[in-house]
């Protein structure tokens, strides 16, 4: 069966994110572990299949997780079968009680394109917070745009553990007034020449630029908001970076 929802992860995608994404990069991975506390309620939104998740739970922390895509859900739990994760949509779901800490991780609230519905996303987390709770989140930026293609063309080819080959095409254009990176994509699973699963996404992104997540931000009502470019927290400065870093506060 065809996915063709946006920014969903079905079988094949998800496949392809296992065999290119196994491990959290360390760098990446130390940054959001070190504002968790033990003892503290930690909360990854867009936990996907686990590779942040996974390494907070078995240095013992108290971390749930939540993500609309059962696919990844299901690898997560494939490995981590305590793992305290619900497939669900942030805006529709209700957890009990209030998180100390929340982080989404790899840049992905860059995947809520639409900026309206953004910013409600923001605010419900904003909401989940406890007093002088942290919310650490990545975006993508104008640095990490890509050249506009004419067609679709081959940009990854994996073996998976089967011995099926794993392709995927794709194709990328850039629209200035939304700044939406689109990027959709065709996975490919053959055996042999046979074609035995296709599975399309459309993959879109919007691309941030400096100063812009601030602004948001100070609307919905975070304090004491700090961004970084790197995740050995550089100050944030208006040259290229393909990443911005926000770290924000609830009021105590």
């Known amino acids: 069966m065809e996915k063709d929802k946006q920014n969903y992860y079905g079988s094949l995608c998800t496949e392809m994110y296992e065999i290119l994404h196994e491990k959290a990069p360390e760098d990446e991975l130390d940054f959001y572990i070190s504002y968790a506390k033990k003892g503290g309620k930690i909360l990854e939104a867009l936990c996907g299949s686990g590779r942040f998740l996974i390494p907070f739970m078995e240095r013992g922390y108290d971390i749930s ?20 994760v619900v497939q669900a949509d942030i805006l529709e779901y209700s957890f009990e009680g209030r998180f100390d800490y929340i982080f989404i991780s790899s840049g992905s609230v860059s995947l809520f394109t639409d900026i309206s519905q953004c910013k409600k996303i923001l605010r419900k987390l904003k909401e989940m917070l ?41 194709r990328n254009y850039y629209d200035e007034q939304s700044q939406t990176q689109f990027s959709p994509g065709i996975y490919e699973l053959y055996h042999g020449d046979k074609l035995l699963q296709r599975e399309v996404m459309d993959f879109q992104t919007h691309l941030y630029q400096s100063g812009e997540m601030e602004q948001y931000l100070d609307e919905i009502g975070f304090q004491n908001v700090k961004t970084y470019s790197s995740f050995d927290r550089s100050s944030s400065v208006d040259h290229p970076c393909e990443r911005f870093l926000f770290e924000c506060r609830a009021e105590a």
Do not use: H, N, W
Request: charged share 35%; aromatic share 6%.
């Open 65 to 84: 997780g939540i993500d609309v895509s059962g696919e990844m859900l299901s690898k997560l739990k494939q490995k981590a079968p305590d793992a305290k």
């Open 130 to 170: 406890s007093p002088g709770g942290i919310f650490v989140f990545a975006v993508e930026t104008m640095a990490d745009r890509c050249p506009d293609d004419s067609e679709y063309k081959v940009t990854v080819s994996e073996k998976t553990r089967e011995g099926y080959d794993l392709l995927l095409k794709t």
